[in-house]
């Protein structure tokens, strides 16, 4: 079984490199020191588990775990930390072990064994609801095993296209296979609806603009992409629109 090491810092990556040398039938597929590092390493090498720290800065072990399942072969996740208080966090993440820091051999063991016993297909049907106890900083868009982020602060709007939701950002437009009723939930201090099919980031609005036939359509700040003939408001959501622009929660 081919495992991927990811904890931000070298004596701690050492110690469990360590470790997986006196396990028998486990090989090292990688090391990283952060979230972004751990997704790339694992497009790359394909590891069959993940051994995975939680407090990391940028990127958390549990944001990243969360992208880790958009792979099309996700990988087992093992998390080492040494705070306790994540587990909860960590099994809403799809966790399959958790080890407290410093790790005992027999430990990671025995985790990396449960590990093992999980096929994918067992994995992909672990921790259903995947809410993350804070919001991500990016979202993840992923084909052939291969991850690609975009940050949160870089999107315009999301938009429903038929069973994915397209992404438009500063770079483009990227599909992804989160639901538009989930990413408003986790997003809500970020994004307004503006009709069923459509969330709007609240700071690259620049106003709501009138059309002659009487309906209303957002007008993005100078800069973002634009798009706005998409952007039509339905009239249910006009009040909401302009209570957030006004600054409303």
């Known amino acids: 079984m081919k495992v991927l090491v990811v904890d931000d810092e070298e004596p701690a990556r050492e110690r469990l490199r360590q470790l997986l040398d006196d396990i028998d039938g486990y090989e090292l597929a990688g090391l990283a020191a952060n979230g972004d590092e751990a997704l790339a390493r694992a497009s790359e090498h394909r590891p069959d588990i993940v051994l995975l720290d939680i407090r990391m800065p940028g990127m958390d072990g549990i944001e990243a775990a969360h992208h880790l399942n958009k792979l099309d ?20 993440a799809r966790a399959v072990g958790y080890v407290l820091k410093p790790v005992r051999r027999a430990r990671l063991a025995a985790a990396l064994q ?36 975009i940050a949160i602060d870089t999107i315009n709007f999301f938009r429903a296209d038929q069973k994915y939701v397209a992404v ?54 100078d800069g973002s992409h634009r798009d706005d003939e998409e952007l039509i408001i339905s009239r249910r959501h006009v009040a909401e629109v302009r209570r957030r622009l006004k600054g409303g929660p």
């Open 168 to 221: 438009h950002h500063d770079d483009g437009v990227s599909l992804i296979d989160d639901s538009l009723k989930t990413l408003e939930e986790e997003f809500a201090s970020r994004f307004v609806r503006i009709h069923r099919g459509a969330l709007v980031a609240v700071d690259r609005i620049d106003s709501i603009v009138r059309s002659g036939d009487g309906r209303y359509r957002v007008a993005l700040r």
């Open 73 to 92: 072969r996700p990988p087992a996740i093992v998390f080492a930390t040494a705070y306790d208080e994540y587990a909860i966090d960590a099994f809403d």
């Open 114 to 149: 449960q590990a093992s016993r999980l096929a994918a297909s067992t994995l992909a049907e672990l921790g259903g609801d995947e809410r993350l106890a804070e919001p991500r900083h990016h979202v993840c868009t992923g084909s052939r095993d291969r991850l690609t982020l």
